[in-house]
């Protein structure tokens, strides 16, 4: 369960998220040619943003690998969905020798 201040942050994150990113973008290796990008990290509550959202398929608990060129980064896990954004909960104990997720990385499905 989170706190207030948690849902407080991340409904304007997802807020700022989704005024800024308003369509799905096509891409390659992912169900549905979707390009799942990161678009905010919240270091201190290990969460990230992403630019898939219930419109692009999103749903609870969907598992995705952050990666950053060709290196895998995290794991996360989404917790929250929107429109067309979710929340995805870094999984403790999967980043890279302490490299966080940053805006523009990408998150990708298992298999692909």
């Known amino acids: 369960m989170r706190t207030a201040t ?10 700022f998220a989704a005024a800024c990113i308003k369509a799905k973008v096509a891409g390659a290796g992912n ?34 690998f952050v990666k950053r060129g060709d290196d895998q980064i995290a794991e996360v896990r989404i917790s929250q969905v929107e429109p067309n ?12 020798n302490g490299i966080r997720p940053q805006p523009g990385d990408r998150a990708t499905f298992p298999g692909s």
């Open 31 to 64: 169900p549905g040619g979707l390009d799942v990008k990161v678009l905010a990290v919240n270091d201190g509550w290990h969460f990230v943003i992403l630019n898939y959202g219930q419109q692009q398929g999103a749903k609870v608990n969907t598992e995705l």
């Open 85 to 96: 954004t979710s929340i995805a909960d870094v999984i403790a104990g999967t980043q890279a």
């Open 6 to 15: 948690q849902v407080a942050a991340a409904g304007f994150l997802i807020f």
